[in-house]
């Protein structure tokens, strides 16, 4: 395989198209968890029409090679002073290679440019490539009397939706 070298920017619509490949892709990394595997295989994606309302927004960053292919994102949401993630994806081909880092790098960045003072965000509990991933980045998991209306609304939206909620948690980085 080629290694390219990556870049992020912020997403414009022409990139809406290819963002649910790139999630359904990166779900290939729930394939060797217990009791997750059905996620690897799920086509329950951020359409390209919501993608699209959240480019127009702002808050999405695309990673791509030297040569434009788009291989990661993350999709993101403005509620006051707080940035929501709702989606980091890389494509399996180009996973454990900082792609994930940059994107939230990105974010990061203009959340401090923009004063924004939190970045929240729900995630799998106890999986490298999700909490740890995040710990790693300076995110806090949140108690449940530590999380916000909107949070404890969003985990009972994904409890609703069929996610174990037992597996699920919020986390928040303060900037």
């Known amino acids: 395989m080629n290694i390219q070298p990556i870049g992020c920017r912020k997403a414009v619509a022409e990139d809406a198209d290819h963002l649910p490949a790139i999630e359904r892709s990166a779900g290939s990394a729930f394939l060797p968890v217990p009791g997750l595997e059905w996620i690897a295989n799920s086509d329950d994606v951020l359409s390209a029409e919501a993608q699209l309302q959240r480019i127009k927004q702002g808050l999405v960053w695309v990673a791509e090679t030297a040569d434009q292919e788009r291989v990661g994102f993350l999709t993101a949401e403005?509620?006051?002073?707080e940035y929501h993630i709702w989606e980091l994806s890389v494509h399996q081909e180009h996973q454990k290679r900082g792609i994930g880092r940059a994107l939230l790098?990105?974010?990061?960045?203009?959340a401090r440019r923009e004063k924004i003072m939190t970045i929240t965000l729900t995630t799998f509990r106890n999986l490298p490539f999700n909490e740890q991933f995040y710990q790693n980045m300076g995110f806090q998991t949140l108690e449940e009397s530590q999380q916000s209306g909107r949070l404890q609304s969003v985990l009972a939206t994904e409890k609703a939706s069929g996610l174990p909620i037992e597996r699920r948690c919020a986390m928040q980085?303060?900037?």
Do not use: C, N, R
């Not at 403005?78 to 002073?81: A, E, G």
């Not at 790098?105 to 203009?110: G, N, R, S, V």
């Open 78 to 81: 403005q509620f006051d002073q």
């Open 173 to 175: 980085l303060s900037l």
């Open 105 to 110: 790098e990105a974010l990061t960045d203009q």
